[in-house]
């Protein structure tokens, strides 16, 4: 018989993920918060994988940018090994705050945010990481989708927005030499309907021109530099991104795809040179037919000749009666000819 105190509601906490089991498994131990800086990444696999490969990019193309990450110790001996040991444990708490990349919980299903720390900028590794994978036109990338870098990370209301918002906007439209700049705001929301679209988008517009201080222009076709805004439940990333249509909206599948236009471009090529070949060899077929008419023609007209020679020498009626007719008509030039024959 169960006992009563065994009936009672376990509480939550009994069905949580423990932190050392979360390790284990893969998922990241901080959540999403203010203040952070880092990159979106999405995905349409297990969340775990697009961590790994996304790790894996990162690192490869910060080691270029940054140097190598350094987290080893100093690789001095210990004399006292209670000392070493406990250097080590130390070591291992604290790894997780040495990493440059650091896996963090959204809390939406195929999003993943990935802090970033010093000394990485975020919005300059990954335009790098677009620009050398471009240029390589290798395909590095299975699980990650889009990733978006954030230089801010705020709360997902109105005044914090537009509070938070200035410091991303100034050193890129605010300068003292600052020259015309086309812009556009890119807004999406991930399962937050509180925050409205339209407003958040004309804000942001009028926090970049300071209500036409700047000359800055709005281009949605064609923009120098991209407002970002992305709304993850109740936080919103910001970011000010460059190139974003040339990248299709930092987009890794999207951008290594062939080019549309000049595949197009090339099959019309190809296929005009196709329609160009047939017509050369149809006309060779035809110049060859018709050289063989004419060489037909010519043999059929030295056997004509020779058989109107022989019928004239054997007395042919016809031409018998052609020179009658030509005699009785008193044709000059038949007649000259009836002689000549």
């Not at 927005?161 to 015309?180: E, M, N, R, S, Y």
């Not at 804000?203 to 805004?229: G, R």
């Not at 795809?257 to 050369?280: F, L």
């Not at 018998?320 to 008509?329: H, K, L, Q």
Request: hydrophobic share 35%; glycine share 6%; aromatic share 4%.
């Amino acid at each position: 018989i169960m006992s009563i105190e065994a009936k009672k509601k376990r509480s939550k906490a009994y069905y949580g993920v423990r932190p050392a089991k979360r390790r284990r498994l893969g998922r990241p131990e901080a959540d999403l918060s203010p203040g952070m800086k880092g990159i979106i990444i999405t995905t349409n696999v297990p969340e775990k994988r697009c961590v790994m490969e996304a790790y894996q990019l990162l690192n490869e193309y910060g080691d270029t940018l940054y140097g190598p990450e350094n987290c080893s110790d100093s690789g001095e001996d210990e004399e006292d090994i209670d000392k070493a040991i406990a250097k080590e444990i130390e070591g291992l708490k604290n790894t997780s705050h040495e990493r440059r990349f650091q896996a963090t919980n959204t809390g939406v299903k195929n999003v993943v945010f990935i802090q970033c720390r010093d000394p990485v900028e975020p919005c300059e590794l990954v335009h790098h990481l677009f620009k050398e994978m471009v240029e390589e036109g290798k395909q590095k990338s299975r699980f990650c989708q889009r990733i978006v870098p954030v230089t801010m990370v705020c709360r997902a209301t109105e005044q914090d927005i537009l509070k938070q918002a200035p410091g991303v906007l100034a050193p890129h439209f605010h300068a003292d030499t600052v020259q015309v700049i086309k812009f556009a705001v890119n807004y999406k929301a991930r399962n937050n309907s509180s925050v409205k679209r339209d407003a958040i988008i004309d804000q942001v517009a009028s926090l970049v021109t300071k209500n036409n201080v700047y000359p800055h222009i709005v281009d949605l076709a064609n923009p120098d530099l991209v407002v970002n805004v992305d709304v993850v439940k109740n936080l919103c990333c910001l970011s000010v991104v460059k190139d974003f249509v040339t990248f299709k909206k930092y987009n890794l599948h999207v951008v290594m795809e062939p080019d549309k236009d000049s595949n197009t471009a090339s099959a019309q090529t190809k296929d005009e040179n196709g329609t160009a070949m047939i017509a050369r060899r149809d006309s060779h077929d035809r110049g060859d037919e018709k050289t063989s008419m004419v060489a037909k023609g010519l043999q059929d007209g030295d056997i004509t000749a020779k058989v109107m020679f022989d019928g004239a020498k054997s007395g042919d009626v016809e031409d018998s009666a052609n020179v009658e007719d030509s005699s009785r008509s008193g044709d000059v030039e038949d007649s000259a000819n009836v002689e000549d024959s």
